[in-house]
């Protein structure tokens, strides 16, 4: 743990040594973009640009700023993957998705009442009954 610490504030961030400048102890990308993680820097820069994510990195107050360098890194790999929809072609995706098993459970919850009803009402009289 210490060992990692020292290594950690010994070698510059990943944005830092992507952009090769000294990583100064008041860098705002150092604690969210740590060097063994290079890809996440390159991503996010790729796509939004170091400056304009440095600017985000300011307006948001610093306790959700793990939460938006998570969510800026999430949107970039999506952007490469899907240039064209990026995040929003995996949202809608699993929109479908749910529609479709709606759909399904609809149907299946149709069936089960036709179902019961072809009983001719003997089941939920008896479950009524039995229970009671
Ligand atoms: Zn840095």
Known sequence: MASS????????CAACKFLRRRCT??????PYFPPDEP???????????ASNVSKILHEVAPHQREDTVNSLAYEAEARLNDPVYGCVGAISVLQRQVLKLQRELEETNADLMRYASSLGGEMTSNYGGQRG
Do not use: E
């Open 5 to 12: 610490y020292s290594n950690y504030i010994n070698s510059p």
């Open 25 to 30: 102890s008041d860098c705002v990308f150092a």
């Open 39 to 49: 890809t996440k820097f390159a991503n996010v820069h790729r796509i939004f640009g």
